[in-house]
């Protein structure tokens, strides 16, 4: 079974830092591009970062360009998202998703996902 396992969120104030992490199993993870979408209450699920199977492109939504950097080690099987200068609208439920081969910002297009991690930035 594929899992996809979310880790690092918590509660900081505005302008800290998160690391998440998504630990892989069950899968190719090199065959796969790597996503992290995010959910606050009332809104839709948003594309916030992609990465490609090798490391070589990253994309990231407007709203987190410069402040957020998605990596991924492919021999450990994980991607990360590294979170800085948080803002209290970053606060939502951050899910990890997976994508076999290129990467997209829609999450219809993913077929496996976490089960979320929970960041809250104070103001």
């Known amino acids: 079974q594929v899992r996809l396992a979310e880790s690092g969120g918590g509660l900081v104030q505005a302008g800290g830092s998160l690391r998440l992490s998504c630990a892989a199993s069950?899968?190719?993870?090199?065959?796969?591009?790597m996503g992290w979408f995010r959910q606050a209450p009332g809104k839709e699920r948003e594309f916030v970062a992609t990465?490609?199977?090798?490391?070589?492109?990253?994309y990231y939504a407007d709203s987190v360009k410069g402040r957020f950097t998605i990596s991924r080690d492919n021999a450990k099987n994980t991607v990360y998202l590294q979170m800085n200068s948080l803002k209290p609208e970053d606060t939502a439920v951050y899910y990890c998703?997976?994508?076999?081969?290129?990467?997209?910002?829609?999450?219809?297009?993913?077929?496996?996902w976490g089960q979320g991690t929970q960041v809250t930035v104070s103001s």
């Open positions: 998703a997976a994508r076999f081969s290129g990467y997209s910002d829609d999450y219809h297009q993913y077929a496996y």
């Open positions: 069950g899968l190719t993870f090199s065959n796969f591009a």
């Open positions: 990465i490609s199977r090798s490391s070589g492109n990253t």
